[in-house]
């Protein structure tokens, strides 16, 4: 490992943490209800630690491998909500761990919350809780190398270490370019959302807040009541379309301007995740109407919760927690998948699925007709063997934490439903679960020790398991 | 500008490193997963799996909007036909490689049916190369501009030359006999350096120094070199290159002796070569080789296809002759240490092929300028020297040098006027059609006036 290459990295990211927070700065001395001060100590702090590191420790050698990658996307990222945490803590809303437990949810783009009055909060914290969720839905490093590459140094390990799903596709020839295309198509859908809400009738601070909760797919609202605070069915179907969209893999959105529209269609995930959501809407619709009594009313809200889990945002229109048995059951199912890779949001990812149910049923076949040679393949192309394996070991993996992540938790002595389901929520990234957690519950009453191994299980998630895990590894450490 | 290069082998990935550091976008097309995988990992490029020569494929890489294909695969028929797919699918330009001796005498033919642009032999040029160096057997490397008539030689100072020890403004006030030359580039352990007049150069310096071929023959004369050629040349390893090689060493008379294992290729070789000498043994038989008369050898050159091969055989010959040795060896990050083993001429034919590549590159990025005319990369690829022909309209033109501004760690070093050479002064002008040769450490220059402007 370069630690002088990782650390020096790791400084300029902290510094950019600081430029991240001015937006936020600003949006409370326009307000002025008394965080201004703690946002001016935070940066205080931030530019003390980074400007130091950054101007003493130097690295000849800018060359980064997988491991520097890994290990700047890892540590990086526990940086960033550390030091993101610290506009709350000062202001007092809440303890550190608390607070730490609610940014990394921010930048992890989960929404799950520690505040029970989220009203009462000061306009700049608001905004900064929310702003994590944007930045953190594209990725931090992405944002750094579309900007600085110098961070980055040469190839893609740092963007390849944060982005959802088992490959990164680039889109044009240059990782420099093409993060700049992805930011790009981010920011225009992220406005054309706000303007949507605007013209809904939401109030403007309310229209950023929820277009940049949904643009990272992360949830985190303004609102007590979160999106049922409106009442609204314009501003419900404006969400939940935004939260579908903002759930495919951003490569389409840059075919689409490239005018590939076959490229589209062909596309086996956002068909697979389409057809999903679509029947999903329908089955939990039927469920509920013998809840809200017609289907009208119960596919209104069966539209809003089926994408709000699928692309593990996490707002909510309704208590789904009151739904019934095979409602529930099956939003759990949905948690669990997720969106598509490429996109912001979390989940094992749909094309992960479907590469899982490709090599279930290549094995039952194989049991058939054992000499048949049975090559997987998606989009009409063969898929390597080693992907495929990689793809069992990521599921196992997931799998793995979810379970120890649900036994740490039962640890505060909750049910099994809450403990489970809490794990789930935060390794998807989707923020409420059911239970005590659930739409209209919160995690304020877990233990500090809880609080912190959700945190690590969200950015788990977040980063696709291995650069959280490899910190956790002694071979990461060792000379090479 | 946007360039696809399919097949990702040495060449493929040396030129996309470099194109890259030039600022193309570049996509990179190979069948093979795990070089596509390091190629990721190490060049900011997109790679695409396929088969270059098919239309999913080229169109995947968006062939619509290239403007370069380079084909760099093992296969000459590969190139030939990835360049005619390319070229009726949309791409503007096609670069192939073409290595088979057997079409050479048809690549007239081949290349205006198959749409092929630019063909690029990377084993005849490396030929071209060493023949040249074996015109002045004392220079680790011999470049030409202007049609030959400029030549930039490359020695390592020894201590004993005139120029050493003194500073570079003072030496003809000293020697005032000596013929003027340009010292142009210095390399010292390894870094390049564009020297001023007050630079010192010191013993174990590698020095650039250009002027006219007559004026390069007689300084180095005055300092007791022998400028005559070599008369024979023994070469190791019945390779490409050693073909070409034999071929054109036999039309300037010298004696050419080549030593093959296999003897296929050895009788093949017999066949086509009628002047040439074939021995059929282990070019690193150390027996075989003094038998051969490595003694008394004026040069020896190891082409055989094994770089391992050919650094043993050189560094075992570079002990039993006086002769001059060229190695052939793609592995250039090496030479420094291989210096230090008394290997001062290494070649290395991907080097060489990229080279040519870049230039013809560059000559399309800058199609409506002054156009590079030749490119050589100088200290492993740390300078740069080139020569461009000036357009008339030119802001530049003359305007005496000294009041131009001119790049930091460029430097102008020949301009050739109407088939005269002169080494230009603050006084002189650049003027329209003149080839003017600079040197530089920046890289990716593509015209004139990149690096030259008013003030």
Same mark, same amino acid.
């Given at each position: 490992m370069k630690k002088r290459l990782v650390i020096s990295a790791l400084g300029k990211l902290l510094l950019l943490e600081a430029v991240m927070m001015l937006p936020a700065l600003g949006v409370s001395l326009g307000y002025g209800d008394g965080d201004t001060v703690s946002f001016l100590i935070s940066i205080g702090i931030m530019l003390a630690v980074s400007l130091p590191v950054i101007k003493f420790v130097k690295s000849d050698d800018q060359q980064m491998y997988m491991r520097e990658g890994l290990a700047v996307a890892g540590l990086g990222w526990v940086l960033l909500s550390a030091f993101g =945490?610290?506009? &709350?803590?000062?202001?007092?809303?809440?303890?550190?761990?608390?607070?730490?437990?609610?940014?990394?949810?921010g930048f992890t783009t989960t929404g799950a919350t520690v505040f029970t009055e989220i009203e009462a909060l000061p306009h700049g914290i608001l905004f900064w809780r929310s702003f994590t969720h944007w930045i953190g839905g594209m990725g931090v490093l992405v944002f750094t190398t579309a900007l600085l590459p110098t961070i980055g140094g040469r190839g893609g390990y740092l963007a390849r270490a944060e982005s959802p799903g088992p490959s990164f596709s680039k889109l044009a020839p240059k990782l420099g370019d093409s993060a700049k295309i992805l930011y790009l198509i981010y920011t225009i859908l992220t406005v054309l959302q706000a303007i949507a809400l605007l013209i809904a009738g939401m109030p403007l601070f309310d229209a950023f807040i929820h277009a940049f909760g949904t643009a990272g797919t992360g949830g985190f609202s303004?609102?007590?009541? %979160?999106? *049922? *605070?409106? $009442?609204?069915?314009?501003? $419900?179907i404006i969400i939940s379309v935004f939260m579908l969209l903002f759930g495919l893999n951003f490569a389409l959105f840059f075919k689409l301007i490239t005018r590939d529209f076959k490229g589209i269609i062909k596309n086996e995930e956002a068909r697979v995740y389409v057809g999903l959501a679509v029947i999903s809407i329908l089955l939990i619709a039927v469920d509920l109407i013998k809840v809200y009594g017609d289907f009208p009313t119960a596919l209104r809200y069966s539209m809003f919760q089926v994408p709000t889990v699928m692309s593990t945002t996490g707002f909510a229109t309704a208590d789904f927690n009151l739904w019934p048995t095979f409602s529930k059951s099956l939003m759990l199912i949905l948690m669990l998948f997720g969106s598509c890779a490429g996109s912001t949001a979390g989940g094992l990812k749909i094309v992960r699925v479907i590469m899982l149910f490709k090599l279930a049923s290549r094995e039952i076949r194989h049991a058939f007709q054992p000499r048949k040679v049975h090559v997987i393949k998606m989009e009409g192309k063969s898929l390597p063997e080693d992907s495929l394996s990689q793809v069992g070991v990521f599921f196992f993996t997931y799998i793995v934490i979810l379970i120890f992540g649900a036994l740490a938790?039962?640890?505060?002595?909750? $049910?099994?439903?809450?403990?489970?389901? *809490? %794990?789930? =929520?935060?390794?998807?990234?989707?923020?409420?679960?059911?239970?005590?957690?659930?739409? &209209? @519950?919160?995690?304020?009453?877990?233990? =500090?020790?809880?609080?912190?191994?959700?945190?690590?299980?969200?950015?788990?998630?977040?980063?696709?398991?291995?650069?959280?895990?490899?910190?956790?590894?002694?071979?990461?450490?060792?000379?090479? | 500008m946007r360039i696809i290069i399919v097949g990702c082998g040495k060449m493929g990935l040396l030129l996309a490193e470099r194109l890259i550091a030039e600022k193309h976008d570049v996509t990179l097309i190979d069948r093979d997963e795990a070089v596509l995988e390091h190629a990721m990992d190490t060049l900011d490029a997109l790679t695409i799996k396929g088969n270059g020569v098919s239309v999913a494929t080229l169109q995947e890489a968006d062939i619509k909007h290239t403007d370069i294909v380079i084909a760099t695969t093992v296969s000459d028929e590969t190139n030939m036909l990835c360049c005619l797919t390319s070229k009726l699918q949309g791409a503007k330009y096609t670069i192939a490689r073409i290595r088979d001796p057997e079409y050479l005498t048809s690549l007239h033919f081949i290349t205006k049916e198959l749409f092929i642009n630019y063909v690029v032999n990377p084993e005849r040029a490396t030929a071209r190369e060493i023949s040249r160096m074996l015109r002045l057997p004392f220079a680790a490397s011999i470049e030409t501009f202007a049609r030959g008539r400029v030549e930039m030689v490359e020695i390592r100072a020894t201590g004993r030359e005139p120029f050493?020890?003194?500073? #570079? !403004?003072? #030496?003809? !006030?000293?020697? %005032?006999?000596?013929?003027?030359?340009?010292?142009?580039?210095?390399?010292? %352990?390894?870094?390049?350096?564009?020297?001023?007049?007050?630079?010192?150069?010191?013993?174990?310096? !590698?020095?650039?120094?250009?002027?006219?071929?007559?004026?390069?023959?007689?300084?180095?004369k005055a300092m007791g070199k022998d400028t005559r050629g070599v008369h024979d040349a023994m070469i190791v390893g019945g390779s490409r290159i050693a073909y070409y090689l034999a071929q054109l060493l036999q039309d300037s008379g010298v004696k050419t002796t080549i030593i093959e294992n296999k003897p296929h290729k050895a009788r093949w070789l017999s066949e086509e070569l009628k002047d040439a000498t074939i021995i059929q043994g282990?070019?690193?038989?150390?027996?075989?080789?003094?038998?051969?008369?490595?003694?008394?050898?004026?040069?020896?050159?190891?082409?055989?296809?094994?770089?391992?091969?050919?650094?043993? *055989?050189?560094?075992?010959?570079?002990?039993?002759?006086?002769?001059?040795?060229?190695?052939?060896?793609?592995?250039?990050s090496y030479s420094e240490l291989l210096k230090d083993m008394g290997l001062e001429s290494i070649?290395?034919?991907?080097? +060489?092929?990229?080279? +040519?590549?870049?230039?013809?590159?560059?000559?399309?990025?800058?199609?409506?300028?002054?156009?590079?005319?030749? &490119?050589?990369?100088?200290?492993?690829?740390? =300078?740069?020297?080139?020569?461009?022909?000036?357009?008339? @309209?030119?802001?530049?033109?003359?305007?005496?040098?000294?009041?131009?501004?001119?790049?930091?760690?460029? #430097?102008?070093?020949?301009?050739?006027?109407? @088939?005269?050479?002169?080494?230009?002064?603050?006084?002189?002008?650049?003027?329209?059609?003149?080839?003017?040769?600079?040197?530089? !450490?920046?890289?990716?220059?593509?015209?004139?006036?990149?690096?030259?402007?008013?003030?």
């Open positions: =945490a610290l506009p &709350m803590t000062v202001y007092g809303a809440c303890d550190y761990v608390s607070a730490f437990f609610e940014i990394t949810s303004n609102r007590n009541l %979160s999106i *049922a *605070a409106y $009442d609204s069915v314009a501003i $419900d938790v039962s640890l505060d002595g909750r $049910d099994v439903v809450t403990s489970f389901t *809490a %794990s789930l =929520a935060c390794l998807s990234n989707i923020g409420p679960g059911l239970g005590d957690v659930g739409p &209209m @519950g919160n995690f304020t009453d877990f233990s =500090a020790p809880v609080k912190m191994v959700l945190s690590f299980i969200m950015l788990a998630g977040r980063l696709e398991i291995f650069p959280i895990l490899i910190l956790f590894h002694p071979a990461a450490w060792k000379r090479s | 050493v020890e003194i500073p #570079l !403004k003072d #030496l003809y !006030k000293k020697h %005032s006999s000596l013929p003027r030359v340009l010292f142009c580039a210095i390399e010292r %352990s390894g870094r390049a350096i564009i020297p001023k007049g007050d630079f010192i150069i010191h013993s174990g310096d !590698k020095v650039f120094i250009a002027s006219d071929t007559p004026t390069i023959s007689a300084f180095f282990d070019g690193t038989d150390q027996q075989l080789l003094l038998s051969e008369g490595l003694s008394d050898a004026q040069s020896f050159i190891t082409l055989t296809d094994r770089d391992e091969e050919n650094l043993m *055989a050189g560094m075992y010959a570079s002990r039993h002759t006086k002769g001059k040795v060229i190695v052939k060896s793609n592995r250039t070649i290395s034919p991907t080097q +060489i092929a990229c080279n +040519i590549v870049l230039r013809t590159v560059r000559a399309r990025a800058n199609a409506d300028g002054t156009t590079v005319e030749r &490119m050589y990369s100088l200290i492993g690829g740390n =300078a740069e020297a080139l020569e461009f022909i000036p357009r008339a @309209g030119a802001s530049y033109l003359g305007i005496p040098l000294k009041n131009l501004k001119i790049h930091e760690n460029v #430097l102008v070093a020949v301009i050739v006027r109407s @088939g005269h050479v002169l080494v230009p002064f603050g006084d002189d002008t650049i003027e329209a059609d003149d080839h003017v040769v600079i040197i530089t !450490k920046e890289m990716g220059i593509v015209d004139l006036g990149d690096v030259i402007g008013r003030e």
